[in-house]
T-cell receptor, first 112, second 114 residues
């Protein structure tokens, strides 16, 4: 049973526009959420995180929004750039604990 | 800092063979992890370690073993390789402190079992 769901396997966005990647979770105990970015033939790299005590966290072009009642989070990238083309993984954990549960990922294509 | 390094990058094994995937980190992180990623899937945790001498099972530990004799190294052992173990394996480390939580990943080892 998937606890972290990324229902869109891929997404295409025009360069300069906003990219919105979505993630749903089922475990109401999750209270720490992370986004990772992965290029082909490389390991994932940490992008941004949010604790459940917040509903928004911003870092440059990247903003993560958390809706606890809907068990939903989203990653906004604005403006989208060609280097943003990658697979994005949503992940969640119970506290700053030891196990992170990853979603299947969404492949983002930034179109010129 | 090299970060997290993994060897080998690629390996082909025959069914029933054994091998060890090496992982080293030079960031003095206390936590280390092994994940596998199957095509079209997310990362699944195989084993993790919270410090030297301490290891614990993740979601998918069957067919694997680990040890953590030093802070830096966390090798993953495959005994009796099976086709179901064909995957990309990622090692990661983190410093589990209040201010820092994110995991740092190695480049991965692509393993094929035939």
């Amino acid at each position: 049973d998937q606890q972290v769901k990324q229902n869109s396997p891929s997404l295409s966005v025009q360069e300069g526009r906003i990219s919105i990647l979505n993630c749903d979770y089922t475990n109401s105990m999750f209270d720490y959420f992370l986004w990772y970015k992965k290029y082909p033939a490389e390991g994932p790299t940490f992008l941004i995180s949010i604790s459940s005590i917040k509903d928004k966290n911003e870092d440059g072009r990247f903003t993560v929004f958390l809706n606890k009642s809907a068990k939903h989070l989203s990653l906004h990238i604005v403006p989208s750039q060609p280097g943003d083309s990658a697979v994005y993984f949503c992940a969640a954990s119970v506290g700053r604990d030891d196990k992170i549960i990853f979603g299947k990922g969404t492949r983002l294509h930034i179109l010129p | 800092n090299a970060g997290v390094t993994q060897t080998p990058k690629f390996r082909i094994l025959k069914i029933g063979q054994s091998m060890t995937l090496q992982c080293t980190q030079d960031m003095n992180h206390n936590y280390m992890y092994w994940y596998r990623q199957d095509p079209g899937m997310g990362l699944k945790l195989i084993y993790y370690s919270v410090g030297a001498g301490i290891t614990d099972k993740g979601e998918v530990p069957n067919g694997y073993n680990v040890s953590r004799s030093t802070t830096e190294d966390f090798p993953l052992r495959l005994e009796l390789a099976a086709p179901s173990q064909t995957s990309v394996y990622f090692c990661a480390s983190s410093f589990m402190g209040w201010e820092s939580y994110e995991q740092y990943f190695g480049p991965g080892t692509r393993l094929t079992v035939t």
